[in-house]
């Protein structure tokens, strides 16, 4: 069956970096397009960034841009989010998203 898992979350300092993981298995990844989505508390969930299956186009939601980066390994079957420049906003469960499935997320703390 499809699964994903995800990895990397922790807590950190404001402007602090971290690198996200998601690794897929029970499909070929390399045809899908993978999103990273997160959800604060009280908040909906949001797609944060994208990226095409072949790796050549990416998209971010403007509150992260510049900021992070997603990239995948078809090698792998690892997509990242580098998120750097981190802040308190960016506090959140971070999920990966593909084939119609969600991981079970990873939390992200910002704080000092």
């Known amino acids: 069956q499809v699964q994903l898992v995800e990895s990397g979350g922790g807590l950190v300092q404001p402007g602090g970096s971290l690198r996200l993981s998601c690794v897929a298995s029970?499909?070929?990844?390399?045809?899908?397009?993978l999103y990273w989505y997160r959800q604060a508390p009280g908040k909906e969930r949001e797609l944060v960034a994208r990226v095409t299956s072949g790796g050549g186009i990416t998209n971010y939601a403007d509150a992260v841009k510049g900021r992070f980066t997603i990239s995948r390994d078809n090698a792998k079957n690892t997509v990242y989010l580098q998120m750097n420049s981190l802040k308190s906003e960016d506090t959140a469960v971070y999920y990966c998203?593909?084939?119609?499935?969600w991981g079970q997320g990873t939390q992200v703390t910002v704080s000092s």
């Open positions: 998203y593909a084939r119609g499935v």
């Open positions: 029970g499909f070929t990844f390399s045809s899908y397009g």
